[in-house]
């Protein structure tokens, strides 16, 4: 059984980190190390189900928006049934960055305090 008090302070890490990073982006490094860790296909709705809440929806589809117009994520055609809409992940190292960022979160946090910043 998972520890909750230390996946909630290594989440409460890994948002720190992300707002410090990404300009008050605090869910991005949370959003792309659970892209990076899945089959590459994202949907809104199961990535904020597989997140918890918060984010919820409404800051992942923001941060889901961002990574499209980065390059990052590429759109999927629906077909006109299909109610839910899909990403594909494109290839960058900058996924393999964002689960190292989240792995080391509370480490570069304690860096930053020891140096002021």
Do not use: C
């Amino acid at each position: 059984m998972e520890d909750t008090t230390s996946t909630d302070a290594a989440r409460v890490a890994q948002r720190r980190l992300s707002a410090r990073v990404f300009s008050k982006a605090q869910y991005r490094i949370e959003v792309m190390a659970a892209i990076a860790e899945g089959d590459g296909l994202v949907n809104l709705s199961e990535l904020a189900d597989l997140l918890g809440d918060p984010p919820g929806t409404g800051s992942v589809g923001t941060e889901l928006k961002t990574l499209r117009r980065a390059g990052l994520l590429a759109s999927i055609e629906a077909r006109r049934s299909d109610r839910k809409k899909f990403f594909r992940r494109r290839d960058s190292p900058l996924w393999e960055a964002s689960v190292w960022l989240r792995d080391h979160a509370a480490e570069l946090l304690d860096i930053a305090h020891e140096q002021g910043m």
